[in-house]
């Protein structure tokens, strides 16, 4: 099994930037495709991005394609998300996620981490 542990997230006003990170122990993810997803208060778990295991393969949501970037770091056993211009509507909580391949349905993953919160205002 893996655990996972997100980091980064806090209050940025519209157009600022964060970078969260995924950190994961008990086992090596580079075992795992990883993927990121977000919630907003009365709203689905939606995602985010994905990666495969060897980066060779990335994907995103269109909400996010230009503003985010996703990596890895498999060595440091780290997923990251970096997020720029950030806007009000990608307030949420942000999760991370591995599974055996990539995919945009959250039921493709096995192993999530607790959240981290991200608040963007205007």
């Known amino acids: 099994q893996v655990q996972l542990v997100e980091s980064g997230g806090g209050s940025v006003q519209d157009g600022g930037s964060l970078r969260l990170s995924c950190a994961a122990s008990?086992?090596?993810?580079?075992?795992?495709?990883m993927g990121w997803f977000r919630q907003a208060p009365g709203k689905e778990r939606e995602f985010v991005a994905d990666?495969?295991?060897?980066?060779?393969?990335?994907s995103y949501a269109d909400s996010v394609k230009g503003r985010f970037t996703i990596s890895r770091n498999n060595a440091q056993n780290t997923v990251y998300l970096q997020m720029n211009s950030l806007k009000p509507e990608d307030t949420a909580i942000y999760y991370c996620?591995?599974?055996?391949?990539?995919?945009?349905?959250?039921?493709?993953?096995?192993?999530w981490g607790q959240g981290t919160q991200v608040t963007v205002s205007s």
């Open positions: 996620a591995a599974g055996r391949v990539t995919a945009s349905g959250p039921r493709q993953y096995d192993y």
């Open positions: 008990g086992r090596t993810i580079s075992f795992y495709a």
């Open positions: 990666i495969s295991r060897s980066s060779g393969s990335i």
